[in-house]
């Protein structure tokens, strides 16, 4: 039987003992169930979920640390994003969350834009950063633009994990990634939320989807294909304590659920921007 049955079972289960419970049966009636029996198989259901749950755990985990670029090359990497295709409500979804945020004087960052699926979305964004591993990719990415867009107003950035130097620090007002924290545990998302959290400017937004492990939906998906799930109370209390508020957890099938996670501090950089310009920090000298 596979997990995903398991949860299933285990979820009508409940579902019949709670509404057993609302029940207010005459007392003759009650003798006829052996409430105890009924709770110690359910008791026993879950004990077997637990122990499914730790494996598919540790699965998800193993998956997230073999996605990486010390494993796979830049073919590799792109043949992989090929293969993420969203249906037509996830992809509504997403983009109806993003478009609440963005707009002609927002700095965006798009943290592992894939094959640019969402990218041409997000046009309007002033100035416009794209992040990923390899720059032979990113420059696929940009190829959907016009020549002037794609050398001018598409910044393109190479990163390593865990490192956003190379883009201006507290200067940016949105960064998204919609298309590979869906194969990455808790842990390789915090660690990069953190370094989102440095270039982010103060009221700045970060929003990304991810599968949960704590639906149907999401123990199915990670059963069945090579995904990876994270728990959103777990990722909802690192963001707090990386100093993240107003974080707004939504939960929806396929890979439609986000985490919306917003920056409030003080000013400490200044922006410089203009229709071709990209964020020119206090340290640089402007000519």
């Known amino acids: 039987m596979s997990n995903a049955k398991i949860y299933n079972y285990i979820e ?3 579902e019949m003992k709670s509404l057993f419970a609302a029940m207010d049966f005459p007392e003759p009636h009650l003798e006829i169930v052996d409430v105890a029996a009924f709770d110690k198989f359910v008791d026993s259901v879950n004990v077997l979920i637990a122990q499914l749950k730790k494996e598919v755990d540790e699965k998800s985990t193993t998956l997230s640390y073999g996605i990486n670029p010390k494993h796979l090359n830049a073919d590799k990497y792109w043949q992989f994003y090929e293969k993420v295709k969203y249906d ?3 992809q509504t979804t997403l983009l109806s969350k993003v478009n609440q945020l963005i707009g002609i004087d927002t700095p965006v960052l798009e943290l592992f834009p894939g094959t640019g699926n969402f990218t041409n979305k997000f046009v309007s964004a002033e100035p416009f950063y794209v992040a990923d591993y390899f720059m032979s990719n990113l420059n696929k990415v940009g190829q959907q633009f016009n020549d002037f867009y794609n050398t001018r107003r598409l910044f393109k950035i190479d990163v390593k994990d865990f490192d956003l130097s190379q883009v201006p620090q507290s200067q940016i007002g949105l960064v998204i990634s919609l298309n590979y924290f869906i194969v990455k545990d808790s842990e390789f998302i915090i660690n990069w939320a953190k370094e989102v959290y440095k270039v982010l400017r103060p009221t ?4 990304f989807n991810f599968i949960p492990d704590s639906t149907i939906d999401g123990i199915k998906m990670v059963s069945g294909n090579r995904l ?3 728990n959103p109370q777990l990722l909802e209390y690192q963001l707090l304590d990386i100093g993240f508020k107003n974080i707004q957890i939504d939960l929806k099938p396929n890979f439609g659920s ?3 996670a917003q920056k409030l501090q003080d000013f400490t950089n200044i922006k410089k921007s203009a229709s071709i310009s ?3 920090e206090k340290s640089e000298t402007i000519v």
């Open 12 to 14: 009508h289960l409940t």
């Open 88 to 90: 037509e409500i996830t």
């Open 204 to 207: 700045g937004y970060f929003i």
């Open 228 to 230: 990876s799930y994270s």
């Open 258 to 260: 986000t985490i919306v």
């Open 278 to 280: 990209r964020i020119i």
